[in-house]
């Protein structure tokens, strides 16, 4: 496949995710102080994008260059970040 269709392939993909997100993101509201107001939106971006990412993969229609990483390393990376969150969050209620 050429690399002008590839891009223009990854560029409509990329504005599909986005619009299906944000209305997805509008359409839910979750009503805890606690959880930002874009959460849902970001939250349907990234399994979108996941799955858009599985789908073209396996297909073979565009190729992503990722290396596999243990589930530990995994883990270790999703706790950090929702520590971090709570430390954030605690501050700003400070």
Known sequence: MKNEIKTLMGISITVLVFFISYGVGQSIKIPI???PLGFSTHS???VLS???IYYF???GLLIFKFKRIRLKVFFIAILTSIIAFIIV???KLI
Do not use: N
């Open 89 to 91: 969050k605690l501050f």
């Open 44 to 46: 349907m971006m990234l």
């Open 33 to 35: 102080e606690f959880i």
């Open 50 to 52: 996941g799955i858009s």
């Open 57 to 59: 993969q396996s297909k």
